[in-house]
């Protein structure tokens, strides 16, 4: 994965209610770690699985979300147009 030289600027609470979002995944993909190293029942950890890859969707979609409504929409209001082909490159990747 390449990096960009672009940035986004987020305010304190933005940063806050994601990096909450991040440690609460942390956490789940932890005690993920923790059940198979107890050897916890496979239909237990598996729950575990589907429920931590909900919470990544979910803040995938708030990171999506954001995107389009500050990042896309102000390169389209300077006329960068190329930032549609960002966009649709985008949306293949998230809905693979």
Not at 13 to 23: D, P
Not at 61 to 89: A, K, P, Q, W
């Amino acid at each position: 994965m390449s990096k960009c030289c672009k940035k986004t600027e987020r305010d304190d609470e933005e940063k806050k209610k994601l990096l909450s979002r991040i440690n609460r995944i942390s956490g789940q993909v932890n005690g993920i770690k923790k059940m198979i190293e107890e050897d916890d029942y496979c239909n237990d950890i598996l729950i575990q699985i589907i429920a931590t890859e909900k919470s990544l969707k979910s803040l995938a979609n708030i990171m999506f979300e954001n995107h389009v409504y500050r990042c896309i929409s102000n390169d389209l209001e300077e006329g960068n147009m190329e930032v549609i082909d960002e966009l649709t490159s985008l949306f293949k990747r998230f809905n693979d």
